[in-house]
């Protein structure tokens, strides 16, 4: 079975420009999971998704970050406008079920804003 | 709020010494345990896990016990390789997971 697929592996933008980074879960996973990952913060989850549905967006650093899933095989996270500050390697992972199901994760997406 | 904190690394070993990377959680109730190792370049992938107290997960010659009494989750291996450099992640829920800081492993040939 094919992995967690998060596209593109690696993004080199300027300031203010908007990111669009994608992620398709495994099929017939449930949850679906975004995360940051920085060595000053580790790995930080931003938002994640139960059956399409944000569950918990607590994460999400402001307003400039959006997260949506439209289906059950794809999802996006936005950044717009995008900052320096934002540059970090940014993870998608799904889950089938909940109760001690381990996440599988992507190879993430690196982000460099110049 | 549930929280892991696990030893800071770098940890620099010989190949066929013996690791242990500590992990201690707090938590209600008691969630799944489980260690994470990420490779360069990777992302991470699930090592092992535990889901009640005294449970024992293993893999590829990886252990750690569920200890309730002392609200820890310690790796060990009795014999390290250079191929298991990598970040080690402690991480403990069941719906959404925390995920400890990692500890970055080094082994020596």
């Known amino acids: 079975d094919a992995g967690v697929i998060q596209s593109p592996r690696h993004e080199v933008t300027e300031m203010g420009q908007e990111v669009t980074l994608r992620c398709k879960p495994i099929?017939?996973?449930?949850?679906l999971f975004w995360y940051r990952q920085t060595m000053m913060r580790g790995l930080e989850l931003l938002i994640y998704f139960n059956n399409n549905v944000p569950i918990d967006d607590s994460g999400m650093p402001e307003d400039r970050f959006s997260a949506k899933m439209p289906n059950a095989s794809f999802s996006t996270l936005k950044i717009q406008p995008s900052e320096p500050r934002d540059s970090a390697v940014y993870f998608c992972?799904?889950?089938?079920?909940?109760?001690?199901?381990?996440?599988?994760f992507g190879d993430g997406t690196r982000l460099s804003i110049l | 709020g549930d929280s892991v904190t696990q030893m800071e690394g770098p940890v620099t070993l010989s190949e066929e010494a013996f690791l242990t990377i500590n992990c201690t959680y707090t938590a209600t109730g008691y969630p799944s345990l489980f260690w994470y190792v990420q490779y360069p370049g990777e992302g991470l992938q699930l090592l092992l896990k535990a889901t009640k107290a005294d449970d024992k997960g293993s893999n590829k010659g990886f252990e750690a016990t569920y200890r309730k009494e002392t609200t820890s989750f310690h790796l060990e291996k009795g014999s390290v390789q250079v191929s298991d450099s990598a970040v080690y992640f402690c991480a403990l829920g069941d719906d959404k997971i925390i995920f400890g800081k990692g500890t970055r492993l080094h082994i020596l040939p």
């Open positions: 099929s017939g996973h449930n949850s």
């Open positions: 992972a799904s889950r089938l079920g909940q109760d001690g199901q381990p996440q599988h």
